[in-house]
């Protein structure tokens, strides 16, 4: 009876293993679409030159507030159904 336990609970917990992977494989899947790349890119780009003094604080917030909103505005309008 233990080893008839044992095996259901390894069996349980290789599917929860192969639905982690599953999740964790759509989810860059998700970052790897162009706008995600674009986005990470600028962000990655606008807060270096914010550190090197390129450009200021106020132009970063500005321009970062300008990327954040179109991502997240064509991400929560995708997820209502609307067209990209």
Known sequence: MKENETNKAKGEWLEGVAILRESTKVTIQNLLTVKSI???????VFSYLAIVGRISGEQFLTIFSVVIAFYFGTQYQKNSGGEE
């Not at 674009?38 to 990655?44: E, F, G, H, K």
């Open 38 to 44: 674009v986005t990470i890119l600028l962000t990655a």
